[in-house]
C-alpha cells in the first residue's frame, strides 16, 4: 500500500543517479595524461621537489679512484639539483734527499772520466797523466759527484774540503761533475803541477 501526500497523491521513492561518477573518472585521467604530453618532466618536478631528491652523476672511473678517494682528493660541484664528483689525482710527492748531502742525484763515473780526459788534453798532458788522475779520483770519490765524506765534510769527485770552495769554478759545483773537475785540474796544476804528483803524493801520505 503507497503511502499518501497530505494532497492525497501517491509519492515516488527518491533515488540518486550515479551516472555522473564515470564522467569524473574520465576527466581526472584525461587531464593528468595532457599534462604528461605537455611537460614531460612535471610529474618528476613535483615529486623531486616534495621529496628533495637528488640525483648523483656516476663518478669518473680511474685506475687510482680507489686510492684517491682513500686520501679524501674529491671535489663536488652542484647544478641543477644534480651532484657530480670529480676525481682530483694529487701531485706526486717530491724525491727524498739523504740527510746531509749537498747534491742529490745518480753518479756517472764513465761520463765523468770522458769528460776528465777531454779536459787533461786540452791542458797538454798525455796518457799517463790522465791514467794517473783516474786513479788519484777513483781512491778519492770512485769517480762519483755526489761523494761525501761524513767526517771531514770533503765533497764531490776530487774531494774538495770544503765542498763549497768549487763555488769558485761554477754555482753548479754540488751537481755538475764538468764543474767539480775543472776546480779539481785547477788545484792539482796549483799545488803539484800534474797528476801524477798529485797521485804519488796520495800513495805516500794517503791524502793530497
Same mark, same amino acid.
Given at each position: @500500500?503507497?503511502?499518501?501526500?497530505? #494532497?492525497?497523491a !501517491? #509519492?515516488?521513492? %527518491?533515488?540518486r543517479?550515479?551516472?555522473p %561518477?564515470?564522467?569524473? /573518472?574520465?576527466? !581526472?585521467?584525461?587531464?593528468?595524461?595532457?599534462v604528461?604530453?605537455?611537460?614531460p618532466?612535471? *610529474?618528476? *618536478?613535483?615529486?623531486?621537489?616534495?621529496?628533495?631528491?637528488?640525483?648523483?652523476?656516476?663518478?669518473?672511473? %680511474?685506475? &687510482?679512484? +680507489?686510492?684517491?678517494?682513500?686520501?679524501? /682528493?674529491?671535489?663536488?660541484v /652542484? #647544478?641543477?639539483?644534480?651532484?657530480?664528483?670529480?676525481?682530483v689525482?694529487p701531485?706526486?710527492?717530491?724525491?727524498?734527499?739523504?740527510?746531509?748531502a749537498?747534491?742529490?742525484? &745518480?753518479?756517472?763515473?764513465?761520463?765523468? =772520466?770522458?769528460?776528465?780526459?777531454? @779536459?787533461? @788534453?786540452a791542458?797538454?798532458? $798525455? =796518457?799517463?797523466?790522465? $791514467?794517473?788522475?783516474?786513479? %788519484?779520483?777513483?781512491?778519492?770519490?770512485?769517480?762519483? +759527484?755526489f761523494?761525501?765524506?761524513?767526517?771531514?765534510?770533503?765533497?764531490?769527485?776530487? =774531494? *774538495?774540503?770544503?765542498?763549497?770552495?768549487m763555488?769558485?769554478?761554477? !754555482?753548479?759545483?754540488? &751537481?755538475?761533475?764538468?764543474? =767539480?773537475? +775543472?776546480?779539481?785540474?785547477?788545484?792539482? &796544476?796549483?799545488?803539484?803541477?800534474?797528476?801524477?804528483?798529485?797521485?804519488?803524493?796520495?800513495?805516500?801520505?794517503?791524502?793530497?
Amino acid at each position: @500500500m503507497q503511502p499518501i501526500g497530505s #494532497r492525497g497523491a !501517491a #509519492r515516488a521513492p %527518491l533515488t540518486r543517479s550515479r551516472r555522473p %561518477l564515470p564522467f569524473f /573518472a574520465f576527466a !581526472a585521467s584525461l587531464c593528468f595524461v595532457m599534462v604528461t604530453i605537455i611537460d614531460p618532466t612535471a *610529474a618528476f *618536478a613535483i615529486t623531486a621537489a616534495e621529496e628533495n631528491v637528488v640525483t648523483i652523476a656516476p663518478a669518473v672511473e %680511474l685506475d &687510482t679512484q +680507489t686510492a684517491v678517494a682513500a686520501e679524501g /682528493a674529491t671535489a663536488a660541484v /652542484a #647544478r641543477d639539483k644534480f651532484t657530480v664528483t670529480k676525481i682530483v689525482i694529487p701531485p706526486p710527492p717530491p724525491p727524498k734527499v739523504a740527510r746531509g748531502a749537498v747534491g742529490a742525484g &745518480t753518479p756517472d763515473p764513465g761520463s765523468a =772520466q770522458a769528460i776528465a780526459y777531454d @779536459m787533461v @788534453m786540452a791542458r797538454g798532458w $798525455d =796518457q799517463a797523466q790522465y $791514467d794517473c788522475l783516474v786513479s %788519484l779520483w777513483k781512491k778519492e770519490s770512485g769517480w762519483n +759527484t755526489f761523494a761525501e765524506n761524513k767526517s771531514s765534510g770533503a765533497y764531490g769527485i776530487p =774531494q *774538495a774540503l770544503p765542498g763549497s770552495k768549487m763555488a769558485s769554478a761554477g !754555482a753548479d759545483w754540488a &751537481t755538475n761533475p764538468a764543474t =767539480q773537475i +775543472t776546480w779539481g785540474l785547477g788545484y792539482i &796544476t796549483g799545488r803539484y803541477s800534474t797528476p801524477c804528483g798529485a797521485w804519488s803524493t796520495s800513495q805516500a801520505k794517503g791524502w793530497y
